[in-house]
């Protein structure tokens, strides 16, 4: 697995755990100035905060790596990198304060002018050591040739010539060019200056390992969502990595932040490999958040439980069967936000319109509909209305993060790249909702929910939860 990331990577991240235990020995020094060295060193658990340096430093090191600190656009540039690794020793540094309240005696990470010495001298030195030293040798290795990446691109195009004209006026990022892959021109046909077509997409596997390609940019436009799809799943199938720039997922870099090469938004398809492990660590993690979250909302749930018993008719819940993974319905729960008596009509036209909708049109969610009551529209419009289903999470047919499910007249007019969604737990809460919402129209909604199916991972999960309140409290996008 490690073995597809680029070792300037591993590099960088090797000189930034160095400079943070650095900066830690430094801090302490600088506060600590006046006690001699024996005494320093022969206060209690020093060995237990040294050992806590150590580890946590590796913790910062992977809080980089969520940042997007070791992405080309990023190392590259200034601004940006200050600002992120700023941001990532302030998210670090949470965290340790916390072990400190937890565990006393730890007199050199509680104190606070050790903690803020080593935040300044950190940030200062990673981001002097990034932007004065490993970003010249970076591009003097490319230039000089030592650091180079063979880079086979998917389409003929004007994505494909523009990414190949982009990558060959610049290169101190250090990509070779290998060729054009592409069906419907014979091999050896040029494509772009002296690039040339190198194969057909049946042959992409035996490419790639004849021209020890490690890269490879789809660049297709003008092709469906499904033949982009069965695309970028054969080029999962070799050992390279796969990049893709196409206007059919401009929602990712709109809404995510993204890798760039020399300006050009790319959207990283890893090669989906499959964690028993993070299964687990999900299941655990949806029961033990549940069952502290429900305690914690159990005075809320039962003061919403009373206001919509005393302002309409009907019951607390609403229920409804839902489609979950695999296309197995359940049961779906809801507090009820609707007057009873209703049906679904209008819901109907709505879905069949708004999944229709093609280029973008805008259909937006049904706005002041009169089926929904007075106190529905605030449940609906802060999403509170949605809690319940941590009843479907506890039962294992959801999950926190994960596609909404959807309902079976929506699955019936579904493509078939549309049924990808279903390939996973549905969730409570998902990308779209925290990064478009109301917003987005139905491919794109799609689209999103498909790149976190590529790109599940703890720390991505936890990041759209902490998304997900700011969202619901604000009530962004909803109605």
């Known amino acids: 697995m490690f073995k597809r990331y680029p070792k300037y990577k591993f590099v960088l991240a090797g000189f930034d755990y160095l400079l943070l235990i650095a900066a830690w020995v430094a801090a302490i020094l600088i506060r600590f100035w006046e006690v001699p060295m024996n ?4 206060r209690p658990l020093v060995r237990t905060q040294a050992a806590l340096i150590l580890v946590y430093s590796f913790v910062w090191i992977v809080i980089f790596q969520h940042f997007s600190l070791y992405k080309l656009n990023f190392f590259m540039s200034f601004g940006e990198q200050v600002f992120a690794v700023f941001k990532s020793l302030l998210y670090g540094l949470i965290g340790l304060i ?3 309240f937890i565990f006393k005696r730890l007199d050199f990470v509680e104190s606070r002018l050790v903690l803020g010495f080593f935040v300044l001298i950190s940030l200062v030195a990673i981001t002097t050591f990034r932007t004065l030293v490993f970003r010249p040798l970076f591009a003097l290795a490319s230039q000089k040739k030592l650091v180079r990446r063979r880079v086979a691109i998917v389409g003929h195009d004007r994505t494909a010539k523009m990414v190949a004209a982009q990558i060959a006026v610049d290169d101190s990022h250090g990509f070779d060019v290998v060729g054009f892959v592409n069906e419907d021109l014979p091999a050896g046909e040029r494509v772009f200056e002296k690039l040339t077509n190198i194969g057909s997409l049946s ?11 490690s890269e490879i940019i789809i660049a297709e436009s003008d092709v469906t969502h499904n033949a982009l799809l069965e695309i970028i799943d054969q080029a999962q199938k070799t050992p390279a990595e796969v990049r893709l720039v196409s206007e059919l997922y401009n929602i990712i870099p709109e809404k995510v932040l993204l890798e760039k090469y020399l300006g050009v938004p790319i959207v990283k398809m890893p090669q989906n490999y499959e964690s028993g492990l993070f299964t687990v660590y999900k299941r655990v993690f949806d029961v033990t958040v549940t069952l502290v979250g429900g305690l914690l909302l159990l ?14 008719k009907g019951p607390i819940f609403f229920s409804h069967t839902r489609i979950g993974k695999s296309c197995k319905p359940f049961e779906f729960h809801k507090f009820r936000t609707m007057y009873v008596g209703n049906d679904d009509a209008s819901h109907r036209a709505f879905v069949s319109e708004f999944i229709d909708a093609k280029d973008g049109a805008a259909v937006k969610k049904i706005e002041n509909d009169p ?3 007075p106190v529905g529209r605030f449940l609906r419009k802060t999403s509170i209305d949605e809690l319940p289903q941590l009843l479907n999470v506890l039962k294992g047919e959801m999950s926190l993060v994960g596609p909404r499910p959807c309902m079976p007249y929506e699955l019936e007019q579904y493509q078939d790249w549309h049924r990808r969604r279903l390939s996973v737990i549905p969730g409570c809460t998902g990308l779209w909702q925290v990064a478009g919402r109301s917003a987005v129209d139905f491919n794109d909604m799609v689209i999103l929910d498909l790149f976190y199916i590529d790109n599940m991972s703890p720390l991505f999960d936890l990041s759209i939860i902490f998304r997900t309140v700011p969202v619901m409290i604000f009530a962004r996008g909803g109605h």
Do not use: H, M, Q, Y
């Open 98 to 100: 916390l072990i400190t």
């Open 203 to 213: 042959d992409l596997d035996a490419i790639v390992r004849r021209e020890k390609i």
């Open 371 to 373: 089926r929904v009551t």
């Open 39 to 42: 005494d320093l060193l022969s």
């Open 299 to 312: 005075g809320p749930f039962l003061v919403i439980a009373l206001i919509i018993k005393l302002t309409s």
